[in-house]
């Protein structure tokens, strides 16, 4: 596994399975013609934010893949580019849409077949 930089920097990850129920939701909104309704002062500039609320670093990703499979982390230089954080500024879409993520990264995980 590769591992950029110090690896302290994270992201949310988050899941189709969460997905469909808000995007449904939202889709009926639309369809009713009830976005007219209170929604064009929102302020989400960013469309709604579809996030787990748990931001994993790289290096607690790899502790999960490392319990799992065994496995060595290689450090390599920073990329250019790379996020230092990625965590939803709003919580718009648990709010109106109903959007119930769950954390199940480290679950997935130990799912997956050993040998990949």
Partial sequence: MFCAGSATQGGELCYSDDFSPSIWALATIFA?????????????????????????????????????FNCACEYIPDQPGNYLSTLQLNQDAQKRLGYKPKDRLAQYINNLPSKI
Avoid: P
């Avoid at 013609?33 to 290096?59: A, C, F, P, T, V």
């Fill in 32 to 68: 009713n013609g009830l976005w007219r309704i209170g929604m064009k002062n929102e302020k989400h500039e960013d469309g709604w934010e579809l996030g787990s609320g748990k931001n994993y670093s790289i290096n607690e990703l790899y502790e999960i893949f490392k319990a799992k």
